[in-house]
């Protein structure tokens, strides 16, 4: 099999993994409704904070709805025994990465673009416009590399529900400012100063999908 059908395997059986349980998803859109609901409650909306507000309530929704989704995966796997056999398969464990990873970016995107249609309601700002979808799409693809990574080191421990936040906050700090940052700008009509945190977007994304790339081999051995 080519590297694009093992890639294509994986995230086919995650897929059908989640269409029979219809967990991981639900769970995640309902955590970041609910974020998005409490954020409009508990700001001013009409002020001129309004686009600095709702980029954070923006992005803390998909952050932790992520987080959630990928420990869950990476829990779901463990508990029904799947991840063992997709290490005993003839497959490159950097090709399992990107399987992992292709299906962590599918689920959460998912969950972005219902957050995305409720947060347009609430806040009544543009967050349909490409250039912020764009900047949406390259914080996902970073911190969903470091979350695939994480969580199946994560998944191995006993307080693994603790240990994902831990290992990933801090090393995916870069990201989430400076994704918050281009937001924020982009909300507020200043896209000319929005190239350098789109550009930092990119560079960390490249950075970690390498990293991770070559490490993950390592990191899945117990």
């Known amino acids: 099999m080519t590297a694009a059908r093992q890639i294509y395997a994986i995230v086919r059986k995650d897929l059908l993994l989640e269409l029979r349980a219809r967990e991981q998803v639900t769970g995640m859109a309902v955590f970041a409704l609910l974020t998005l609901v409490t954020f409009n409650f508990a700001f001013d909306l009409t002020g001129a904070d309004r686009a600095a507000s709702g980029s954070g309530a923006l992005w803390v929704a998909i952050i932790f709805a992520g987080l959630l989704g990928m420990g869950r995966a990476a ?124 550009s930092l977007l990119l560079g960390f994304d490249v950075l970690f999908l390498g990293i991770s790339y070559v490490v993950f081999g390592h990191a899945v051995e117990e």
Do not use: Y
């Open 75 to 198: 829990a779901i796997d463990r508990q029904q025994g799947a991840w063992e056999g997709v290490l005993l398969s003839p497959v490159d464990r950097g090709t399992i990465f990107l399987g992992k990873l292709a299906s962590a970016l599918l689920f959460i995107g998912i969950v972005e673009a219902l957050a995305l249609a409720v947060f347009a309601a609430l806040f009544s700002l543009p967050v349909l416009h490409p250039m912020v979808l764009l900047v949406v799409c390259l914080g996902t693809v970073g911190f969903g590399t470091l979350g695939t990574l994480f969580s199946v080191m994560a998944a191995t421990t006993r307080a693994r529900e603790v240990m994902l936040p831990v290992l990933l906050f801090p090393l995916s700090l870069p990201i989430v400012i400076s994704a918050v940052r281009a937001t924020t700008l982009l909300l507020t009509d200043r896209q000319a100063e929005v190239g350098p945190w789109i």
